[in-house]
């Protein structure tokens, strides 16, 4: 916030990590400077909630703190917005309706977005209208595939916290079929050790026939049902009486998703899980275990049916990921499972469909050095063309898979410690390396290389080299050729940077000697040679 560019920072920590805290001391330092204060959050039920936490925080200080929801009437709403207009409110917290047209902060100095992954396209593009020159802190715990995919190219700043709290312990996941026996025994254990519980069912237009059917399960249990169609007070009974515990069971939609800390609520059963997304059923889970009590999630799934691909990997990488500060991991797994977005604008594939997703990957990281004015390194590998036989044998590696991430992995390398290290990787997962295996390697090298001597291409056989450069030959570049080796060298006339050589001595041995002496570079290791005739 010190610096002369505006803040971009994206904060990645769990749920109950302490990002609201970040925020109040954001928001504390921007108050200092003399500037507003925009909270934006995705439900009412969590300006609710930050609204008592800020309120509670900033007591002893002359800090003005508001809400803007539809918890508030019209004219109420029409007050707030006119103070914030006249700069009488330092703190607003609100929904959606800080988006609106109607609203103008005076000297707006700090903008926070809790649960980022819970606002679409249209509503950020609107914050970006009024946050340009403002420090935006973005909070979340499972950023969607485009933040995260922006903040690991660089393109946004990016804050991992990673220490949980203390006695906090990993929420039990099981993927289970409906069925009464385990709704009951999950419910009453809950009961029997005086917590609560919600249960989770997504589809309003059925909400009540749900909660008759836990009635006549577990009769002895109270029931509470909440959804947002409900009116504002309705609601907010709803939500007082379990929170006061009246209530024993919250049957409710995905407004609790956001926010919610009730430290008495430890089992979560989740209905229809298959059709959640991977960041909801996380910050869903994220709602309980609170506390020093082991929680329990149970992920419901229909009976007898046969779940989708991309379902089926949702609820695997959920079950899988139990462990304290999954967050991040979770969300690269989304990442990998729906792709990343477009940058820009309201697509979610759009340019990378007709590039490609490795080369687009590289433009924007291209894109963002030069702003960061770190000018990338635009000189092209040479083509290479070799009788050698060069490829990882099926023997060697024989998942279609592994091999085809390999290959990629390869073709990314761009320096020669890279170089080194993938081969001590293959070497330490795969074993030795056969001598197609190595040719493949030595032949990279040979690529890094020559681009550092400004070759364009390369013709390498049992018994030649060829090699084109992009400049004619120097006449010391020449000397130093002739000077080390013995091989009989062949140079193109007319001033073209072009020579071939004779190689009587093992091929790819003298390409490297003669290539690191034209380009007065050592940048390419010593990879071990395959056995002699191989």
């Known amino acids: 916030m010190e610096s002369p560019r505006a803040m971009d920072r994206l904060v990645c920590g769990d749920v109950g990590y302490g990002k609201t805290e970040v925020a109040i001391r954001a928001a504390f330092k921007a108050i200092q400077d003399g500037t507003q204060v925009a909270i934006l959050v995705p439900t009412t039920v969590l300006a609710q909630q930050h609204l008592v936490t800020f309120t509670e925080r900033f007591a002893d200080f002359p800090v003005r703190i508001d809400m803007l929801s539809r918890f508030r009437s019209p004219r109420e709403q029409k007050e707030i917005v006119e103070k914030i207009g006249r700069g009488e409110l330092d703190i607003v917290i609100?929904?959606?309706?800080?988006?609106?047209?109607?609203?103008?902060?005076?000297?707006?100095?700090?903008?926070?977005?809790?649960?980022?992954?819970?606002?679409?396209?249209?509503?950020?593009?609107?914050?970006?209208?009024?946050?340009?020159?403002?420090?935006?802190?973005?909070?979340?715990?499972?950023?969607?595939?485009?933040?995260?995919?922006?903040s690991l190219l660089g393109a946004r700043d990016m804050s991992v916290m990673n220490t949980?709290?203390?006695?906090?312990?990993?929420?039990?996941?099981?993927?289970?079929?409906?069925?009464?026996?385990?709704?009951?025994?999950?419910?009453?254990?809950?009961?029997?050790?005086?917590?609560?519980?919600?249960?989770?069912?997504?589809?309003?237009?059925?909400?009540?026939?749900?909660?008759?059917?836990?009635?006549?399960?577990?009769?002895?249990?109270?029931?509470?049902?909440?959804?947002?169609?409900m009116k504002d007070l309705e609601l907010e009974r709803v939500m007082l009486d379990f929170l006061e515990r009246r209530t024993d069971v919250l049957v409710t939609t995905l407004i609790i998703e956001s926010g919610l800390d009730i430290p008495t609520v430890n089992t979560m059963l989740m209905n229809r899980a298959d059709a959640l997304g991977l960041a909801q059923i996380y910050q869903?889970?994220?709602?309980?275990?609170?506390?020093?009590?082991?929680?329990?999630?149970?992920?419901?799934?229909?009976?007898?049916?046969?779940?989708?691909?991309?379902?089926?990997?949702?609820?695997?990488?959920?079950?899988?990921?139990?462990?304290?500060?999954?967050?991040?991991?979770?969300?690269?797994?989304?990442?990998?499972?729906?792709?990343?977005?477009?940058?820009?604008?309201?697509?979610?594939?759009?340019?990378?469909?007709?590039?490609?997703?490795?080369?687009?990957?590289?433009?924007?990281?291209?894109?963002?050095?030069e702003l960061q004015g770190k000018a990338p390194e635009r000189r092209q590998e040479p083509s290479i063309a070799s009788d050698l036989p060069a490829f990882l044998p099926g023997e060697y590696i024989s998942d279609p898979d592994e091999k085809l991430d390999a290959y990629r992995r390869m073709a990314a390398i761009t320096t020669a410690a890279e170089l080194a290290e993938l081969h001590a990787e293959f070497r330490d997962r795969f074993g030795t390396l056969p001598a197609e295996a190595e040719h493949l390697f030595q032949l990279k090298g040979l690529r890094l290389i020559g681009r550092d001597a400004g070759a364009t291409r390369l013709k390498i056989s049992r018994d030649r080299l060829e090699v084109d450069l992009a400049e004619a030959l120097k006449r010391d570049q020449i000397l130093r050729l002739v000077a080390s080796t013995t091989a009989r060298i062949e140079f193109m006339g007319g001033g073209s940077g072009a020579f071939r050589v004779r190689m009587p001595e093992e091929p790819i041995s003298l390409a490297t000697n003669l290539l690191r002496v034209l380009g007065g570079s050592d940048s390419v290791p010593d990879l071990p040679l395959p056995a002699a005739g191989s």
């Open 94 to 150: 609100g929904t959606h309706r800080l988006l609106s047209k109607d609203v103008q902060f005076k000297n707006l100095g700090l903008a926070v977005i809790d649960e980022e992954q819970r606002f679409g396209v249209a509503q950020k593009e609107r914050i970006r209208t009024f946050v340009e020159n403002v420090d935006v802190l973005t909070l979340t715990a499972t950023p969607i595939p485009r933040t995260l995919h922006m």
């Open 164 to 229: 949980p709290p203390r006695g906090r312990y990993p929420i039990k996941t099981e993927i289970v079929e409906m069925n009464k026996d385990v709704i009951r025994d999950a419910l009453l254990r809950e009961a029997d050790r005086g917590g609560q519980s919600f249960f989770v069912h997504n589809r309003v237009e059925s909400i009540d026939r749900i909660a008759n059917y836990l009635q006549s399960i577990v009769p002895q249990l109270r029931y509470g049902v909440g959804h947002g169609q």
């Open 284 to 369: 869903l889970r994220g709602r309980i275990g609170r506390s020093h009590h082991q929680a329990f999630c149970y992920l419901l799934v229909p009976g007898g049916t046969v779940l989708s691909e991309d379902a089926e990997k949702r609820l695997r990488v959920i079950a899988e990921h139990e462990e304290l500060g999954a967050g991040l991991t979770i969300a690269m797994r989304d990442l990998e499972i729906r792709g990343a977005g477009n940058l820009l604008g309201p697509e979610q594939h759009g340019f990378m469909v007709s590039v490609g997703f490795d080369l687009y990957c590289r433009m924007v990281d291209e894109v963002v050095q």
